[in-house]
């Protein structure tokens, strides 16, 4: 196979894409209007953020990413990646609540969401499931777990247990990255040095896992044993590949928030409150 394919070969799954193009619309239309009232807390780079975030999903879904990712371990941790450590932090950067909520027709708002909004139990839940601790359980347990060989065979087996996979990396990724960008008008009710440790034991988790794929000398998931083998790359270098790039990229996503946020910290108060706004007060 000519190794163009790795940029050339998409396929598109047109539910999901019909789906990431209407939340867009909405999201935009909402943004416009919060925006009349609120143009500090919704900035430009705000509805790029969000847009760009949309943009890695449809890549992580219909992109070599996924067309490769029962072929090549490494395509898929790819794929993965952008799942969890792209599409994620950029649609929270986004402060998607508002705009959302904005954006859907008025009728929504007062018929079928209304009583939902009402319940306390929606303004509980939410507020636990950013908790810090809950929202780091939450994502690593979903990436650790999922990569055990028995339940990462089992999600390669089926496409619906596959699909909903990558929805718990994401959806667990989506509450991770809300303590550390706090977007508005979230609350924060923890010291932020909390996010210190918070990111590098995530970090820790990753180089863990990483380096298991990398130095365990056999082949962990059989299934990449059993395909055609493309480019000449075997099974077992294209495990070593897969967790090297899990290694260097997961370590990035998570060690530069936690410089910038150390930063912001041991910065002068007044000086703090103007850097931390557009960097990670905002924002596997």
Not at 32 to 37: E, K, N, S
Not at 169 to 189: C, D, E, G, K
Not at 223 to 242: E, I, K
Request: proline share 8%.
């Amino acid at each position: 196979m000519n190794p163009d394919a790795l940029v050339t070969t998409w396929d598109i799954p047109w539910a999901v894409t019909t789906a990431l193009i209407v939340t867009a619309l909405i999201y935009v239309r909402g943004w416009r209007r919060i925006r009349r009232t609120r143009p500090a807390q919704f900035p430009k780079w705000r509805l790029a953020a969000f847009l760009g975030g949309l943009l890695a999903i449809f890549i992580a879904v219909a992109s070599p990413l996924d067309t490769f990712s029962e072929t090549l371990l490494f395509m898929h941790m790819g794929q993965h990646f952008v799942l969890m450590s792209v599409a994620p932090p950029l649609i929270v950067f986004g402060a998607p609540i508002v705009p959302m909520l904005r954006g859907l027709p008025r009728w929504v708002i007062r018929h079928p969401l209304r009583p939902l909004f009402a319940s306390r139990f929606l303004h509980h839940a939410g507020d636990w499931l950013t908790r810090p601790r809950v929202a780091w359980l939450a994502m690593n347990v979903a990436y650790a777990g999922w990569h055990i060989p028995r339940a990462y065979e089992f999600a390669l087996s089926s496409e619906n247990v596959h699909n909903c996979e990558h929805a718990c990396f994401f959806f667990t990724s989506l509450m991770f990255w809300w303590p550390v960008i706090a977007p508005w008008p979230f609350r924060q009710n923890y010291s932020r040095w909390i996010l210190l440790p918070y990111l590098v034991l995530a970090d820790f988790v990753n180089t863990g896992l990483s380096a298991f794929l990398c130095f365990s000398g056999k082949l962990l998931y059989p299934s990449y044993g059993a395909v055609p083998r493309l480019f000449g790359l075997s099974a077992l270098n294209d495990q070593v590949a897969a967790g090297a790039f899990m290694w260097v990229m997961g370590s990035t996503v998570f060690l530069i928030p936690a410089m910038i946020v150390t930063l912001q910290l041991l910065s002068p108060p007044r000086r703090r409150r103007f850097a931390a706004q557009p960097v990670l007060t905002a924002h596997r």
